[in-house]
């Protein structure tokens, strides 16, 4: 366990405003947990999570986590659901009642040992414009409640010290002295003052909105409409949202987004996953333990809960890889992640 100091927020503090802040932010808080693994990702309504800061994240990690297996990510599910902000530990998140107890269950079971990784601990930071920026770590021994207590006691410090650096860079790019956006997320973005005037476009906005027709139309009907409903364009959206009375550059104002990205689908728990791409092909019994299977559970542990032999479960495991045309679990995980990134559901 690190020592139970506060984490030492001075290289964050030093570059808030510039394009290391979330870098700075996120070590200084993995350097105190002792975390082996730390990375910053945005999450937001409508889109695919983004990688902002991917430190020691393997690149298949990353690849197999964009390719769908972001459905089941419980932090992600969790914040889209609630839209609650704060410190969220992956251990207390499987404890729990209900859909979000299952969801984050099966991600331990299957999706955490892929890192090789004991525990996830995530710090969700609310970000002008209605996303939230993921401060996630990782370690290879679980977390431990007085770090959590600590962590949640400082919560409103980072909350502040990451909003702070949002509104730096936006005063420092409507006064025209610097070119770091703080929101390499979005493609360009715009921001309207109370009644409706535009007051700063990024430096791409034009190039990209005011040379398609449709990103054009969209951006006009974002501007008029709800806030947070965003409008899909082929493969991009534009989402526009309100922002508060105390925003310097446009008080009560909005800012929209053209983010030209796919959206995200909704969600998933692990047995639906499993029920609906293999029911055509497997009996209700192989459905079963194809299940427990790629939630990492051995023959034996599933012929216990199963109530049947371990040689039976061995023999419909065969029968499973004849039927699906592949010989390893590994290949029936691919299959599973296949159908996640293909399916709309």
Known sequence: MPNPVLPDLSAAVLTAGQGGFQAALSEAIATWLGAERRGVLQYSRPALPHYLVRDLVPTEEVDFYLAGAYRFDPFFRQWRESQISGVLNLGELSDAEGRVGEKARDYVLRFQPKTGMADEIAVLCPKIGGAVDNYFFLRSTPFEQPEMDILRAVFPTLHALHD??????????????????????????????????????????????????????????????????????????????????????????????????????????????????????????????????????????????????????????????????????????????????????
Not at 177 to 189: I, L
Not at 209 to 223: E, M
Not at 242 to 264: C, E, H, K, S, Y
Not at 334 to 341: Q, T, Y
């Open 164 to 345: 702070l650096n949002q509104r730096l860079i936006l005063n420092a790019l409507a006064e025209g002295t610097t070119q770091v956006s703080g929101f390499p997320e979005a493609d360009a973005f715009a921001i309207d003052d109370s009644q409706g005037r535009q007051s700063f476009v990024s430096a791409n906005w034009q190039q990209i909105v005011g040379q398609a027709v449709d990103l054009s139309d969209a951006v006009n009907q974002t501007r008029k409409g709800l806030a947070g409903q965003p409008v899909v364009v082929g493969t991009a959206h534009v989402i526009s949202e309100d922002l508060g009375a105390d925003f310097p550059p446009a008080p009560n104002g909005r800012i929209t987004f053209v983010v030209q990205r796919p959206m995200a689908s909704s969600s998933l728990v692990m047995s639906e996953v499993v029920e609906s791409l293999f029911t055509d092909q497997l009996t209700q019994r192989e459905v079963s333990i194809c299940h427990l299977a790629l939630r990492g559970f051995p023959s034996a542990s599933i012929a216990e809960q199963l109530g049947i032999a371990v040689g039976t479960v061995k023999n419909h495991r065969k029968s499973i890889y004849r039927k699906l045309d592949i010989t390893t679990e590994r290949e029936l995980f691919l299959l599973l992640v296949n159908h996640v990134s293909t399916s709309q559901t």
